[in-house]
């Protein structure tokens, strides 16, 4: 375990925070007063052995002699990068006057007069062009827009999804950490693991962000960097091996049997919250998926929702999460209302959606939407706000809750198949066709279990 990181505070000075060996634990966060990096690291390092001392190096009655102490060399490179180093390597031979081998090449760092041997070597020797370095932060500026990546064009030609929800989310993180952080100046070349642990480890302790939004962070630069790597654009991966953080999400809570059942007999605001709910819980459908639903997707005849689509405001109209359609039956009772519901649209046709706007009818509602009923409808069965946030009861509580009730009475391929969460080898199986007994065996079981909830 590193014992300290580095990182740059607001006005350009490195700060050293402390580890405790034990706990690994953040401890102390003190400023090195040095805008130098292998300055900073060998301070901090000295005061690993001396202590971290009261008043500030630059304070008067600080005194630079009183902390000269054998080093910690290994810590010292432990923190340096492979430029810092070579800049260390040309200071050390010409304060002591060292002598270089033949076969080794140092290279001089602006504005230092180097011994005049090492001059030799460096003219004498021969090296590759170097090729101008890829500046981090407007490649990755680039490889985020949706509209002009190269990356995503090809991703979505070969068949996958990408959503510009997604994108602008990782854009997003650009923009507030990657850019802050490394600037303008620093290319892709110059990073390395330790610099980029340090990063990641300054937006948990600096920034206080959670081991999650910190997760996503490094998603942002994995995708990326594999990306070059990959294409032959860069040597090696410097995200290759990257720890992720403990991401520590409040368990998701679901209402109970008894507080479903309430739900269903409560009055609600309209039948666009209630019929929305009912799909939650009978068929674990997402909320962008519920806004997503058009008439043709109501199959009467054969009693069965198609789910093709998902709708969000960034993307519209789109395939459903790891674009899995399905089929799932549902009771003709409450196919027969989301049809009514439908009808009511000025706009009705096979194309229109089922939960529209009633601002914008040619639009469906904002997934957001159902929340407010859900939360109207607890309060009145006497879950209390405070208690709702207590559990962390969402609208997608409603799917989890489906899956809950579901993998207690049912097989696991059942499961999956209702709730489109399938691995590769289960979506490979299902992809050709959906076979009757397949469908016949879902709707006794959703039907059996919710004949056990509301007789209860």
Same mark, same amino acid.
């Given at each position: 375990?590193?014992? &300290?990181?580095?990182?740059? !505070? /607001? ?5 050293? +925070? ?6 690994? @634990? %953040? ?115 680039? &490889?985020?827009?949706?509209? !002009? /990546? ?5 991703? +979505? ?6 959503? @510009? %929800? ?57 995708r990326a960097m594999r990306y070059l ?69 109501l199959d009467l005849d054969a009693d ?153």
């Amino acid at each position: 375990m590193r014992q &300290f990181y580095l990182y740059k !505070n /607001s006005s350009g000075y490195y700060n050293a +925070i402390f580890v405790d060996p034990t706990s690994g @634990k %953040r401890g102390i966060d003190k400023s090195t007063h040095s805008k130098d990096k292998i300055e900073a690291t060998m301070i901090a390092t000295s005061w690993l052995k001396e202590g971290i001392p009261q008043a500030r190096p630059n304070a008067r009655k600080y005194s630079a002699s009183e902390s000269k102490i054998k080093l910690n060399l290994k810590s010292i490179a432990e923190n340096i990068t492979q430029e810092e180093a070579q800049s260390l390597m040309n200071i050390l031979l010409q304060k002591f006057n060292l002598s270089v081998p033949e076969h080794v090449r140092v290279i001089q760092t602006k504005d230092l007069n180097l011994p005049a041997q090492v001059q030799k070597i460096q003219k004498n020797a021969t090296s590759k062009p170097q090729k101008a370095g890829i500046p981090l932060s407007s490649f990755l500026l680039n &490889f985020w827009d949706f509209d !002009n /990546s190269e990356f995503i064009k090809r991703y +979505i030609a070969h068949g996958h999804n990408m959503t @510009k %929800r997604h994108t602008q989310m990782m854009l997003g993180l650009v923009k507030n950490y990657w850019k802050p952080y490394f600037g303008d100046e620093i290319t892709v070349e110059e990073l390395d693991r330790q610099t980029l642990d340090d990063f990641f480890f300054y937006l948990h302790t600096e920034k206080q962000l959670s081991g999650g939004t910190v997760n996503k962070a490094i998603n942002c630069g994995s995708r990326a960097m594999r990306y070059l790597f990959e294409n032959k654009k860069i040597e090696s991966n410097p995200m290759a091996g990257i720890e992720r953080f403990n991401a520590e999400e409040l368990a998701r809570g679901i209402p109970t049997e008894s507080e479903v059942k309430k739900l269903l007999q409560v009055e609600w605001l309209n039948d666009t919250y209630k019929l929305a709910f009912k799909l939650g819980i009978y068929c674990g459908l997402r909320a962008g998926e519920i806004s997503g639903l058009r008439v043709c997707d109501l199959d009467l005849d054969a009693d069965l929702i198609h789910v093709n689509h998902s709708w969000n405001d960034t993307d519209g109209l789109k395939k459903p999460k790891n674009s899995d359609k399905r089929d799932l039956p549902i009771d003709h009772q409450t196919l027969e209302e989301l049809y009514a519901m439908a009808k009511k649209n000025p706009n009705f046709s096979d194309l229109s959606y089922v939960f529209f706007s009633q601002v914008k009818p040619e639009q469906p509602c904002w997934p957001s939407y159902y929340v407010d009923g859900l939360y109207d409808a607890l309060e009145k069965i006497g879950v209390s706000e405070e208690q709702r946030k207590e559990r962390n009861i969402v609208f997608h509580s409603l799917r989890h809750f489906c899956a809950t009730i579901l993998s207690q009475r049912t097989d696991l391929k059942t499961v999956q198949a209702v709730m489109g969460h399938r691995s590769e080898d289960m979506s490979k199986h299902y992809s050709n066709h959906e076979t009757q007994e397949k469908l016949d065996n879902m709707r006794n079981i959703m039907q059996v279990t919710w004949n056990d909830i509301m007789s209860a």
